[in-house]
C-alpha cells in the first residue's frame, strides 16, 4: 500500500513495512553530488578556519558565508526565478547534513538559508521576494530570525516589542528588545515579530540599516562560540507597510511554520554533527593505547561506539523518509499557482509530529554522541587541544532552541490528539483494533528470533511497541479528557513512546527494503543496527508504558492493564551485547559511521 499523497503520523496506523520509504539508498546521482560539494566546502573552507571563527571573527564567517554563495550552497532553497537552485527537499537536507560538521557554522549557516530565508520564501509578497531573495541567495544580504525576547522564550506569541502605524498609514514604528537573535553581529534583514494595536501578532522585514535598529554585545555563551548570538533594541524603527510581511495578526502562522522546518533541519543537522563526532571518536580509539592495546579493542569503548552508530542508523532513517515524504507531496503541488507557497508550507505542515521527533531524538541522539566522545578521549576530552571539548560545549544547545524539548514533547502527543479529534488520523479505529486483539488472546506467540529476509521478529517487536503505545494513550485519553493536555508528565511519556516507535518504524522498514535490495549477508551491520534501535526502543516503550499504566489506574483496573502489558511485551529479549560487537566492528573497520 503506497499512498500517493504521504499523510503525517501515519506509522502510528499503518502496519510496519506497508509501504515503501525514501532512504538514503536511494539518493540519486546529483543528491550524491550535492552531498559531495558541501562535505568538501567544509573541508577546505570552513574547517581551516575554525580557530578564527571561534575567537569570534565575524568578518571572515561573512566571507565563508559568501564563498559558499559562489558555488550556490546559499540558494539551494530559493526558486530559479530569483537566481536560485530550488533542489528538492530531500537535497535541501542532504547539504544541511554535510554542513552541520563544525556548530559554530552549521548554526550561522542554518539561520542564513533557514529561520532567516524561510518566512519571506514562503510568506513574501512578489515584490518583496524580488528585492531581497537574490540577495540573500548570493549572500550579500545576510538573513536573521528574530522572535525571542527576555520576557517570552516558549511562549512567543507574549512578545511584548511594539508596531504602531503611523497617522499617515505609511509607516509602521517598532519598539521593543529581541534576545538571543543569531546572525546578529552581521545580520543585514530581521524577520521582526511585533504586536500590532497590543495583541495583533505581526511579522515585519526589518532592514539592519534603518535607524535605531541596535544589536547589543556579543553574548558569552557556553558553546557556539563562532556563532554571533546578539540581542537587538529596536528603539522607534520606521518601517514601511510594505514591510509586512504575511497578514497583520497572522504572525503565528509565519513562527509556527518556521519552526516545524526548522525542527527538521535541526534534526538532520544532528545527524550530520554526530556522524563527524562519531568518526572523531573512533579515530582516537584506534590511536590511543592503554594497557599496551589501542582502547579500541576495550569491550567499554567498542559498546559505545556501537551504541552511537545504531543510534545514527535510526536517526537517519527517520529523516530521509520524512525528506521522501515531503517531496512527494511537493511534486504533485502546481508551482505556478497563486498561493503555491501556502500549499508548499500546509504540504510541510503535515509532518509537524514527525519534525518535533527529529527536533528531539536529533538532538538527544547527538548529545549522547558529544558526551561519549569526549569519555573515549578521556583527560584529553576535557582539553581544548581536542574538538571533542567544543562540540561537547557546542551542542547543549540544540536541545534549547527551535522550541525546547520539553515544549517539543508536549507537542507530540498535543498535535496527534488534535488530528485525531479533526479526523485527519485513525487514531480511534486503531484503539479499537488493539482493544480487540487482547480481548481475544492469550499469550501472543512470538515470530522466531533468527534472522529471515521478512525480518519477522524485528516487524513484531515493532508492532507490539505500537500497539502498547496506543493502549497507553487509550487510558490516559479516558482518564483525563480535555485536561490530559494539563498532565505534562503522561505528555511527556506519551512523546516518548511514540519518537521510539517512529525510529523502530523507520529502520525496520529502511533495513527490510536493504534485505529486498542486497540479501541477508550483505546487510549483517544494518539488521544488528536495527534491532540495537529495536532493543533500545522498546527498553523505552516498556518503561514509559509501565510507569503510566501505574499511574492512570489502580486496583482491578491496573491488574487489568497489567495483564495487557504483559501480553503485549511478552517475547525473548535481544541480545545486545552479541549485537554491539558486530556493529563497533563495522565502525572501527571503516572509522567513522559504516553506512
Ligand atoms: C545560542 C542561541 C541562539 C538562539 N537563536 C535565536 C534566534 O536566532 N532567533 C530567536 O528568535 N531566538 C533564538 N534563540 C532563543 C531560543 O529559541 C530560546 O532560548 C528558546 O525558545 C527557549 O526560550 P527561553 O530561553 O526563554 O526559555 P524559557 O521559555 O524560559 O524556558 C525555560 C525552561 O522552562 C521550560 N518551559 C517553558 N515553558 C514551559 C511549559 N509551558 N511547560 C513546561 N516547561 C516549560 C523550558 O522547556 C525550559 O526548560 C536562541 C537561543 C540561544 C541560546
Redesign the pocket.
Known amino acids: 500500500m503506497s499512498r500517493e499523497i504521504p499523510k503525517g503520523c501515519a506509522f502510528l496506523t499503518d502496519e510496519v513495512c506497508s509501504e515503501r520509504i525514501f532512504a538514503p539508498e536511494d539518493f540519486t546521482e546529483d543528491q550524491k553530488m550535492f552531498a559531495q560539494t558541501a562535505a568538501n566546502f567544509m573541508q577546505k573552507e570552513v574547517m581551516p578556519r575554525v580557530e578564527q571563527l571561534e575567537n569570534k571573527e565575524f568578518d571572515e564567517m561573512v566571507k565563508v558565508l559568501r564563498k559558499s554563495a559562489e558555488i550556490g550552497l546559499t540558494m539551494i532553497d530559493i526558486p530559479e526565478k530569483y537566481g536560485g537552485l530550488e533542489v528538492d527537499k530531500t537535497t535541501s537536507m542532504i547539504v544541511t547534513e554535510n554542513m552541520s560538521t563544525y556548530s559554530g557554522w552549521a548554526?550561522t549557516y542554518g539561520?542564513h538559508t533557514g529561520?532567516g530565508l524561510w518566512p519571506l520564501l514562503y510568506f513574501g509578497t512578489e515584490e518583496q521576494k524580488q528585492k531581497w531573495l537574490p540577495k540573500i541567495g548570493s549572500a550579500e544580504v545576510i538573513a536573521?530570525?528574530?522572535?525571542?525576547e527576555p520576557g517570552?522564550?516558549?511562549?512567543?506569541l507574549a512578545a511584548k516589542t511594539k508596531a504602531e502605524l503611523t497617522a499617515d498609514e505609511q509607516h509602521f514604528v517598532l519598539n521593543g528588545t529581541?534576545?538571543?537573535?543569531?546572525?546578529?553581529g552581521f545580520a543585514d534583514l530581521y524577520t521582526v515579530f511585533a504586536q500590532v494595536e497590543g495583541d495583533k501578532f505581526t511579522a515585519f522585514l526589518v532592514e539592519a540599516e534603518r535607524e535605531g535598529v541596535n544589536p547589543g554585545e556579543e553574548?558569552e555563551?557556553l558553546g557556539?562560540h563562532g556563532?554571533s548570538?546578539r540581542e537587538l533594541q529596536l528603539e522607534n524603527v520606521k518601517v514601511p507597510v510594505d514591510n509586512v510581511l504575511g497578514e497583520i495578526g497572522k504572525g503565528h502562522k509565519i513562527a509556527f511554520n518556521i519552526l516545524n522546518i526548522g525542527r527538521f533541519k535541526l534534526g538532520v543537522g544532528s545527524l550530520g554533527g554526530a556522524k563527524h563526532t562519531l568518526k572523531l571518536a573512533a579515530e582516537y580509539a584506534q590511536e590511543r593505547e592503554q594497557f599496551g592495546r589501542p582502547i579500541a579493542e576495550f569491550g567499554a569503548i567498542r559498546s559505545k561506539l556501537a551504541q552511537m552508530a545504531s543510534k545514527l542508523y535510526g536517526l537517519e532513517a527517520m529523516c530521509y523518509r520524512v525528506a521522501g515524504y515531503m517531496d512527494r507531496s511537493l511534486e504533485v503541488l502546481d508551482a505556478e499557482a497563486d498561493d503555491y507557497p501556502q500549499q508548499v508550507m500546509k504540504a510541510i505542515e503535515e509532518f509537524a509530529v514527525e519534525d518535533s521527533i527529529m527536533k528531539v531524538v536529533g538532538s538527544e541522539v547527538l548529545d549522547f554522541v558529544a558526551d561519549e566522545t569526549v569519555q573515549i578521549h578521556g583527560g584529553m576530552g576535557y582539553s581544548a587541544e581536542y574538538a571533542a571539548e567544543r562540540i561537547y560545549r557546542d551542542v547543549r544547545?540544540n536541545r534549547?532552541?527551535?522550541?525546547?524539548?520539553?515544549?517539543n514533547r508536549?507537542l507530540i502527543p498535543g498535535m496527534i490528539l488534535k488530528r485525531t479529534m479533526k479526523g485527519e488520523l485513525d487514531l480511534f479505529d486503531q484503539i479499537q483494533k488493539v482493544e480487540l486483539a487482547l480481548s481475544e488472546s492469550q499469550k501472543p506467540t512470538p515470530p522466531p528470533q533468527e534472522d529471515d529476509p521478512e525480518m519477522a521478529f524485528e516487524q513484531f517487536v515493532t508492532e507490539q511497541s505500537k500497539k502498547l503505545g496506543v493502549y497507553c494513550a487509550n487510558q490516559a485519553i479516558q482518564k483525563h479528557m480535555a485536561d490530559l493536555r494539563e498532565r505534562?508528565e503522561i505528555l511527556i511519556d506519551l512523546a516518548d513512546i511514540i519518537s521510539q516507535v517512529y525510529a523502530m518504524d523507520s529502520s525496520v522498514a529502511r533495513t527490510r527494503q536493504l534485505v529486498d535490495r542486497d540479501g541477508l549477508e550483505a546487510t549483517r551491520v544494518q539488521r544488528a543496527a536495527t534491532k540495537l534501535v529495536l532493543a533500545e526502543g522498546f527498553e523505552t516503550v516498556r518503561q514509559r508504558s509501565e510507569r503510566l499504566l501505574y499511574n492512570l489506574a489502580d486496583g482491578e483496573e491496573l491488574n487489568q492493564h497489567l495483564e495487557a502489558f504483559e501480553k503485549l511485551t511478552f517475547f525473548p529479549r535481544i541480545d545486545v551485547i552479541s549485537l554491539w560487537e558486530v556493529v563497533a566492528e563495522a565502525v572501527l573497520e571503516r572509522a567513522r559511521y559504516p553506512f
Open positions: 548554526t539561520a529561520i536573521a530570525y528574530a522572535l525571542t517570552s522564550g516558549s511562549d512567543a529581541k534576545m538571543w537573535i543569531t546572525n546578529a553574548e555563551k557556539l556563532s548570538t544547545i534549547i532552541f527551535e522550541g525546547t524539548n520539553e515544549i508536549m505534562q
